[in-house]
Nanobody, 117 residues
C-alpha cells in the first residue's frame, strides 16, 4: 500500500516562499503522474499542480507563475516551490499520484501552510 508523506509547510509572511516535499513509499507500479492539492478551511480539496511522467505540468490559474512543481531528488518524490505567497494560499497541502492500477492513493496527513498578511 502506498503511503504519502508531505513536509515543508509552515508560517510565512505574505510575499514569502516555501518549498514543500512529498514522498510516496511502497510504490510498486511506476507513477504516471504526481500532483499537489490543497484544502482551505471550509472549502473542498482542490488540485493545484500536476506533473506527469513525461514532464508535462498543469497549474491552477491562481498559482500559475508563482508555484512550480518538480520531481524531487529521490524516486517517487515531488516538490512544490511556492513563491509570492498570499494569505489566500493558506491551506493544508497534500500530494497524491496515479499509476496504471490506481488513480488516487490514500491521502496522507498533509502539511499546513499559513500565510500571514
Amino acid at each position: 500500500q502506498v503511503h504519502l508523506v508531505e513536509s515543508g509547510g509552515g508560517l510565512v509572511q505574505s510575499g514569502g516562499s516555501l518549498r514543500l516535499s512529498c514522498a510516496a513509499f511502497g510504490v510498486i507500479f511506476p507513477m504516471n503522474a504526481m500532483a499537489w492539492y490543497r484544502q482551505a478551511p471550509g472549502k473542498q480539496r482542490e488540485l493545484i499542480a500536476k506533473l506527469t511522467s513525461s514532464g508535462s505540468t498543469w497549474y491552477l490559474d491562481s498559482v500559475k507563475g508563482r508555484f512550480t512543481i518538480a520531481r524531487g531528488n529521490a524516486k517517487n518524490t515531488v516538490d512544490l516551490q511556492m513563491n509570492s505567497l498570499r494569505p489566500e494560499d493558506t491551506a493544508v497541502y497534500y500530494c497524491n499520484g496515479e499509476n496504471s492500477r490506481i488513480s488516487e492513493f490514500a491521502w496522507g496527513q498533509g502539511t499546513q501552510v499559513t500565510v500571514s498578511s
